[in-house]
């Protein structure tokens, strides 16, 4: 078996120890891979950012910051999350979004048993493109089908049908349980037999 000497013979890792470690690591992102990495190059290089580099291969910068880190308390956070990516439709477009809710609220309806604190909306995408077209809004600021469906759904609206309540159906058959099972029987004998 391939035995590394980690800081300076005090700690020997096996070859797989070492893949299982680098495979960890690689798992990680951002500050949580590099309080890792801090932990690791505290356990098994004294804290060298330097020996971590040749004994793991991570990056020495990383390390560094995970140790300093981990030192102070501090977490350091990229910019990555705040300038990347492709931002909500509603942030583009606040405006327009403003009357989308309005609209869907205007369409929104409680859930007739009161069992969830869900609103359920009779609104489907299409009607409310259409319907925010007739307030004037540019086909450009409004969103595909699709993605009107997941704005909708984003916020809230959930885009199903609400169900009337239906009234319960009454027996004309006496029951054992029924309260009513003697005026059933009675109203039974009163109706002319058509036989």
């Known amino acids: 078996m391939d035995v ?3 800081a300076e013979g005090k700690v020997s890792l096996e070859a797989i120890h070492l893949e299982d470690i680098r495979f960890a690591a690689s798992k990680m992102t951002g500050a949580r891979r590099r309080a890792f990495q801090a932990e690791m190059a505290l356990k098994y290089c004294s804290g060298s950012a330097r020996r971590a580099e040749d004994v793991f291969g991570w990056s020495r910068q990383a390390v560094q910051l995970g140790l ?3 030192r102070t308390g501090i977490v350091c956070l990229g910019l990555h999350p705040f300038c990347c990516g492709a931002k909500l439709w509603e942030k583009k477009h606040p405006e327009v979004a403003q009357a989308l809710w309005a ?12 069992r969830t604190t869900l609103s359920f909306t009779r609104l489907t995408a299409e009607a409310a493109i259409k319907q925010l ?3 004037g809004f540019a086909d450009e600021v409004l969103p595909s089908r699709s993605g009107m469906s997941e704005v909708l759904n984003r916020n809230g609206y959930r885009l199903r049908p ?3 309540a239906k009234p319960q159906k009454k027996s004309l058959k006496p029951t054992p349980s029924s ?9 039974a004998r009163t109706k002319p037999s058509y036989a």
């Open 4 to 6: 590394a000497t980690v």
């Open 68 to 70: 300093h880190e981990k």
């Open 103 to 114: 609209l869907a609220e205007s369409h929104a309806q409680q859930d007739p048993t009161f």
């Open 133 to 135: 077209r007739a307030q």
């Open 162 to 164: 609400v169900l009337k």
């Open 179 to 187: 309260p009513i099972s003697g005026n059933v029987t009675a109203i």
